[in-house]
């Protein structure tokens, strides 16, 4: 990608950031808190109206709302001057992750990069909201919260961005947010300004306890062996004299060990995944600076609009990360007891209408997504004697947020917040502990996903509340005991200046996403399906895995009859459509299903891709068998019979993405 057109791009977004946190101050008078709510607010509005009528893929809003930022950035240029730290802050948690994002920026199918980016394309067709299921056309995507995809989607429409780009610099928007809020909230909490540094470091450099333990117990410890210590690498992996007697303190005779991952904030800043926990961490770092604004702020005004807030938050993260709905709620919502407790006055009815705003913003999407959640609900169970986390495991995990809160307890300062403070986190490690959601895995894994969603959040809280007041205490205790907790933890960021060092930079710079796949004809496979009308696509070498199918169709912009079968059946629930479109879809390559031009028909499909993996099929017994509707366009042919190319249907297909239902 031309560094030219990126940094314009970049100069755009910027430009228009600046200017919705100068209108937000208009009502926020905290710069930091209205330079990230401002975007949320103008977000939720768009996500709002676009539920009523799309906007198109490139709404004709650019310029003006760039002049508009123009003219709020000249009014306001003094405030800007007086906060160039927030906007140093920012930009750099940006350029952080862009660091990372241009220099690994494949989207491919790793994790959950594949379908984020499906889910952002499906929002960037600008059509009547619920967006469609790109996915497994002709549904519509009401199953999933995708705000932050929304979000992504609307920065490249208003930018004429490309996905993979919208993608990408979506993704460093909320690393810049979460680096403004977090250095915010720590400051707000610590005036000692070497505390400031190591406090923000720690979380946003740095691993879990896990990270120590890795080096002390394992030869050869990488990134992964933190990442993944509990149920993995400390029982699989090469573990040390020392790494073996705790592994074997840690082992349960008879039972497989639980994989419970812990997954940091550094991480998933450099990652790849535009997964919802970025949002997730977003509104964590929100609700704590107000917080942290809260305890010291006298004005009433200034107080309610902190509330108002403070309430929205909840709300918001239904549509942002339901998975810490629950955390995000016990928080908040054990903030307001505290003020009642307390004897404040002013807090529930600028709370509660804070919450009710965001909740009748949302109202049109939450009618969609309820239903659905509701219809593949993922029950909260007890955690069973055999799940729980073994006794050292937690300890060599949480021990630095461990010792963080019990050197609160000396903490004198301000000590009816402490104490709220302790309790509030406490409860949360308790319920991470005893309760979890039980979602599509079992046995060994049953804790997988809620310990990867809920421990790093619950981590990154108690830094950046206790952690920051200790740091800032008038006690050497509380402030050289959380040094020596949080400084070791700093080994991560070794971890990742190794793996940003030795990772393979071959698509560095290539935005798209797609520079992982490598074979020209497929290359321009993907050329000339993004230059064809819209349509369904299909695609071979689906399973219920991650696999590359049905990367071509993703990139070339098109719809898909499926995606991944697995992920569609987690997102909507057991569904036999789902199953019977993989096994007809096979059927169609094989040569075996009946009628395939009626079946093809039938589905609405525009595009059927003939890939290199799909030269073991019979070419010739599928061309005869569509020839009538279906022109084949051909891309690549060698002398031993080897094809590359693609069908498309001649006449016109009728829209295959419904104004109502699905």
């Keep these: ?80 001057r007086e906060n160039w730290a927030t906007e140093a802050q920012f930009g750099a948690g940006f350029l952080y992750c862009l660091a990372w994002r241009y220099t690994f920026p494949d989207i491919d199918d790793s994790g959950e990069k594949m379908p984020n ?88 450099l740095g691993g879990s306890g896990a990270v120590v333990a890795a080096h002390v117990l394992l030869h050869h410890a990488g990134m992964f062996d933190s990442l ?38 550094s991480y998933v800043l450099t990652n790849g ?17 107000l917080i942290a604004s809260l305890a010291g702020e006298t004005d009433a005004r200034r107080r309610a609009v902190y509330h108002a807030l403070l309430g929205a938050t909840v709300p918001i993260a239904l549509i942002c990360n339901a998975w810490v709905f629950p955390l995000q709620l016990v928080l908040v919502g054990g903030w307001f007891v505290y003020r009642a407790v307390s004897g404040d006055r002013g807090y529930l009815v600028p709370g509660l209408a804070g919450a009710a705003a965001a909740i009748a913003l949302e109202y049109p999407y939450l009618i969609e997504f309820t239903q659905q959640a509701i219809s593949n609900n993922v029950p909260f169970h007890l955690t069973q004697s055999t799940d ?51 979602d599509e895995y079992s046995k060994a894994w049953i804790r997988f996903n809620t310990t990867l969603k809920w421990w790093p959040w619950v981590y990154a809280g108690i830094v950046l509340t206790l952690g920051a007041r ?7 205790l509380c402030r050289v005991g959380t040094l020596v907790l949080l400084i070791p933890t700093l080994a991560f960021a070794y971890d990742l200046g190794v793996q940003f060092e030795t990772a393979d930079k071959g698509s560095m710079g290539k935005l798209d996403g797609n520079a992982w796949i490598k074979d020209p004809a497929v290359r321009d496979m993907i050329t000339e399906l993004g230059s064809r009308p819209d349509g369904v696509s299909v695609e071979s070498g689906l399973a219920f895995t991650n696999t590359e199918s049905p990367a071509t169709t993703l990139f070339g912009g098109k719809l898909s009859l499926l995606g991944w079968p697995w992920h569609e059946t987690t997102w909507r629930g057991p569904s036999y459509e ?85």
């Design 117 to 204: 980016l499906a889910m952002i394309e499906g929002y960037m067709r600008g059509t009547r909201l619920p967006a469609p299921d790109v996915w497994l056309a002709p549904y519509r995507q009401n199953f999933y919260y995708s705000f932050q995809h929304y979000g992504a989607s609307f920065l490249g429409r208003m930018l004429d961005l490309r996905p993979g780009v919208s993608y990408h610099l979506a993704y460093c928007t909320l690393a810049g947010f979460i680096t403004v809020l977090s250095c915010t909230c720590i400051a707000r909490f610590c005036s000692w300004s070497p505390g400031r540094w190591i406090g923000a470091l720690s979380l946003l």
């Design 1 to 80: 990608m031309s560094l030219v057109f990126l940094g314009l791009a970049i100069a755009a977004l910027w430009i228009n950031l600046w200017g919705a946190a100068l209108a937000a101050q208009r009502w926020i008078a905290d710069y930091p808190v209205a330079r990230v709510t401002g975007v949320i607010a103008a977000g939720l509005i768009c996500f709002f109206l676009e539920h009523f009528a799309g906007w198109g893929p490139r709404p004709p809003l650019l310029p003006f709302t760039t002049a508009a930022s123009v003219w709020l950035i000249w009014r306001g240029r003094s405030v800007l």
């Design 578 to 662: 789902i199953k019977e479109r993989e096994a007809q879809i096979d059927a169609f390559y094989d040569g075996t299903i009946q009628d395939p031009l009626k079946w093809l028909l039938h589905n609405n499909v525009t595009y059927v891709l003939w890939l290199p993996r799909d030269n073991r099929y019979k070419f010739r017994t599928i061309f005869d068998q569509i020839k009538s509707r279906y022109f084949w366009h051909s891309l690549y042919s060698d002398d031993s019979g080897i094809l590359v190319g693609f069908w498309e249907r001649t006449d016109r297909v009728p829209d295959a993405v419904p104004t109502a239902g699905h």
């Design 228 to 265: 993944r210590f509990l149920g993995g690498s400390i029982v699989h992996g090469t573990p040390n004299a020392l790494g073996r007697d705790a592994a074997s303190l840690m082992a349960t005779p008879g039972v497989n060990p639980r994989d419970l991952p812990m997954e940091p904030v």
């Design 388 to 438: 729980h986390t073994p006794w050292l495991g937690w300890i060599l995990t949480f021990w630095p947020v461990a010792g963080i809160m019990l050197l609160s307890l000396f903490n004198r300062d301000r000590r009816s917040l402490t104490i709220f403070l302790i309790s509030i986190w406490a409860v949360e490690l308790v319920l991470t502990e005893w309760v979890y959601a039980h």
């Design 273 to 289: 995944d535009y997964h919802p926990p970025l949002m997730g961490y977003v509104l964590l770092a929100l609700a704590t600076t």
């Design 470 to 476: 200790n740091l800032g205490s008038s006690s050497r």
